[in-house]
């Protein structure tokens, strides 16, 4: 059928309102490439005949399924009436809703291409449905977009597969200049004493810095799609994207995430919502440098710090630094178990205007620290999957993902995790560890709340031929990594084989929270963003370090504060450490096993 497209125009659809695939089952059960095509000329004949001229003699194909809705493969009837058939999911109204047939789909698909951002004008069965819940009190749910426009139509091409976009060379930015000493970078072979700096990471004299070197804030375009309200009822709304907290599962900064950002000095804050620099950004597969991201500054609620907007050049992930020692007064104590308010009333009756303002510069630095080890040192679960799980033992929960400390982690994400015991000791020619990943197919809770994340494990290795279990066979994040180090292999090297994942553990391998160490970011990219110049001279050599050699463990960075454990939510996780009224913009695809 393929070989027909050459006869179609394309029609492309930029506006959507899809939620993505978000069940456990079928998750290897995607449509076949024949099936999806089928669907898109189905659907653009639908659209032809609501749409064009009477006289139009074009054959039409949408150039792709809109974003967030995908096919599926599903069963009906059972025994011998049992029968596979094809359906479309990523409706708002819920994971479990779907489009059972083109015609199904066709009016939703008419009112994605109008102009209206009113669900009344759709006539599909959901959207009815969701505007009766929606009379009933829930949120309405706004509609991902460009801007409202016409389809556009192309010239007849042939409908090819999208190639792999190659890993193009990146224009080196000149780090800005800061005054203040900056945290320690990751060493996570080191023990965490190790890397604590030498003194304390700001210096009071050089915190009292002048107003005029405040960083500038761009001004930034409506974070939500405005809707109208139905019946003029004021409804409160709840963002739709990002799906999953992630604008793009390569990018490495998530929603609800604690990073570093540099504001004069290197500070820890938490992302509490991501804003595409134009609407065109949010289509799934833009990277980090096209958007803002507005992040709660981390200290203590009586300091009521405001919040930021940076972009992802100022930004780190929260394990590419260890985090400094607290001072001597504060050492051994607990977050929560401090007076703040105390503190800041006695530093605010100095006389001394300028002395105020460096205490309490030094005193947020200081909350920030422990706010950071104690929000590190905990976990908080959300989309909990109710359908049947076999192979789980009694009172064992699963879930969808988790905010595991400073990072958010969906299911099938990789997941850098201890070692099987015989690999722990292997270590490459510089040193580092082995890196060893799992993809995470189970988020579980046991009746204790205690965490297991459970999956295949692979490590990182060369060897002449990748075997078919490889983990790049099994994941494009893997698949990137190794494509990426192969690209960089010499002939006169080539005798060491190619870089492969090889796996080490079957899927039915467990890993304890302690045994987790966070995600597993691309060598690359991260070098790239943390050290430009050290990653030109990974280029230079066709050489790049272990991934373990630039981001530390959750537990290394949590070092000094109590573990807390599974928490409520991840507004309940971080607690007084933000301005009073922050609240990290989850999306309606999240739903945190804290709400009601």
């Known amino acids: 059928m393929t070989t027909t497209t050459e006869q179609y125009y394309s029609l492309d659809i930029t506006r959507t309102d899809g939620q993505g695939y978000n069940l456990t089952q079928n998750t290897d059960e995607s449509a076949t490439a024949q099936e999806v095509e089928r669907w898109r000329i189905i659907l653009a004949k639908l659209m032809k005949v609501e749409l064009a001229p009477h006289k139009d003699n074009k054959k039409y194909v949408l150039c792709k399924l809109p974003l967030g809705y995908e096919l599926r493969k599903t069963q009906s009837g059972s025994g011998a009436t049992e029968r596979t058939l094809f359906a479309l999911y990523g409706h708002p109204l819920g994971p479990t809703y779907k489009y059972r047939s083109p015609g199904e789909f066709g009016p939703h698909l008419l009112w994605l291409m109008s102009p209206s951002q009113d669900r009344n004008d759709c006539s599909c069965e959901f959207c009815d449905r969701l505007i009766k819940r929606i009379l009933e009190g829930s949120a309405v749910q706004p509609v991902r977009q460009a801007a409202p426009a016409a389809p556009k139509i192309s010239q007849p091409v042939a409908q090819k597969p999208r190639p792999v976009q190659p890993v193009s060379q990146p224009q080196v930015k000149t780090q800005p200049q800061v005054q203040q000493q900056q945290p320690t970078p990751a060493r996570p072979q080191q023990p965490v004493q190790q890397q604590q700096p030498a003194q304390q990471s700001v210096q009071p004299q050089q915190q009292a810095q002048p107003q005029a070197q405040q960083v500038q804030l761009p001004t930034l375009p409506p974070t939500q799609t405005q809707t109208q309200n139905l019946l003029a009822t004021t409804v409160s709304t709840r963002p739709v994207w990002p799906f999953l907290g992630q604008t793009n599962r390569n990018n490495t900064f998530r929603l609800g995430e604690m990073v570093w950002f540099k504001h004069a000095a290197w500070r820890i804050g938490v992302i509490y919502e991501i804003v595409p620099k134009n609407q065109q950004t949010a289509s799934g597969e833009a990277g980090d440098d096209q958007y803002y991201f507005r992040i709660a500054q981390l200290g203590h609620a009586v300091l009521n710090l405001p919040n930021v907007v940076k972009e992802s050049g100022d930004m780190r992930p929260f394990l590419t630094f260890s985090v400094p020692a607290s001072q001597a007064d504060l050492a051994g104590q607990s977050f929560a178990s401090i007076d703040w308010l105390n503190l800041v009333t006695q530093r605010r009756q100095n006389p001394d205007p300028a002395t105020v303002q460096r205490d309490l510069q030094v005193l947020g630095l200081e909350a920030s620290k422990m706010a950071a080890r104690t929000i590190n040192n905990s976990f908080s679960v959300f989309n909990r999957l109710d359908e049947p799980q076999p192979d789980l033992g009694y009172n064992v929960r699963a879930y969808g993902g988790l905010f595991f400390g400073a990072e958010l982690i969906n299911l099938n994400d990789p997941v850098r995790v201890k070692p099987p015991n015989y690999a722990d000791t292997t270590r490459d020619p510089d040193g580092k560890k082995k890196t060893a990943v799992m993809l995470v197919k189970r988020i579980l809770l046991d009746a204790n709340n205690r965490l297991i994340f459970r999956g295949p494990v692979y490590l990182l290795i060369r060897q002449p031929l990748a075997t078919q279990t490889a983990g790049e066979h099994q994941d494009t994040l893997l698949a990137e990594e190794v494509s990426f180090r192969n690209s960089l292999i010499t002939e006169a090297d080539a005798a060491s084989g190619r870089w492969t994942w090889f796996q080490v553990e079957s899927a039915a391998a467990e890993r304890t929270e302690k045994e987790s160490y966070g995600r597993f ?17 990974a280029l230079a050599a066709r050489q790049l370090k272990e991934p373990t050699a630039w981001v530390n463990s959750r537990v290394e960075n949590g070092a000094g504060a109590a573990d807390l454990g599974c928490q409520r939510n991840r507004r309940a996780a971080i607690g007084a450490a933000v301005a009073q009224g ?14 009601a």
């Open 582 to 595: 922050t609240a990290v913009m989850l999306p309606e695809s999240i739903k945190e096993d804290g709400e």
């Open 521 to 537: 970011y691309l060598s690359h990219t991260l070098l790239r963003t943390i050290n430009p110049t050290e990653y030109q001279q």
